[in-house]
């Protein structure tokens, strides 16, 4: 009887030193869970983060250039030493090309887009490209590229 009783104690303190280690092993993979569960969701909000400012940067980095009758929107278009740019080619009204000779840009209506690394200083002239009135030879306008 007595042995039995000691045999018992044994089992129950197996029992609750089991029960302890269960405790503990699952409040272990509960900090694990939140920690990574945490790191997945920053990495996803940096992630959107940073595509976010990807866009930003992006919309920030065309450059428009618009036609018309017999010129171009701008008589100087300024950017900056080491952009890179999209030139972005439309007309509205008439139908023209433009072409920077020097920097090998050819732009009109079927291929209105390009992208462009500017990373020479200068002054590049943008002329038309096509023949396309009595004001043609007049539509010239200058690129600056500066420092
Ligand atoms: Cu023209």
Redesign the pocket.
């Known amino acids: 009887m007595g042995f039995r009783a000691i045999l018992c104690t044994i089992e129950d303190d197996n029992i609750s030193g089991g029960l302890a280690m269960y405790k503990w092993l699952m409040s272990i993979l509960l900090v694990v869970a939140i920690v990574m569960g945490g790191s997945v969701l920053y990495s996803t909000i940096s992630e959107r983060v940073t595509a976010a400012e990807a866009e930003k940067k992006d919309a920030g980095s065309t450059l428009k250039i618009v ?1 018309s009758n ?1 010129q171009f929107d701008q008589a100087e278009y300024k950017v900056k030493k080491g952009d890179k740019l999209k030139i972005v080619f439309s007309n509205k009204e ?1 139908v ?2 433009m072409e920077i000779k020097d920097l090998n840009v050819k732009l009109d209506k079927a291929t209105a887009s390009q992208e462009v690394t500017f990373d020479k200083v200068g002054e590049f002239e943008i ?7 009595t ?3 007049k ?1 010239i306008s200058k690129l600056v590229v500066t420092e």
């Open positions: 036609a017999f008439g023209h090309a002329h038309c490209a096509l023949l396309c009135g004001g043609h030879d539509m």
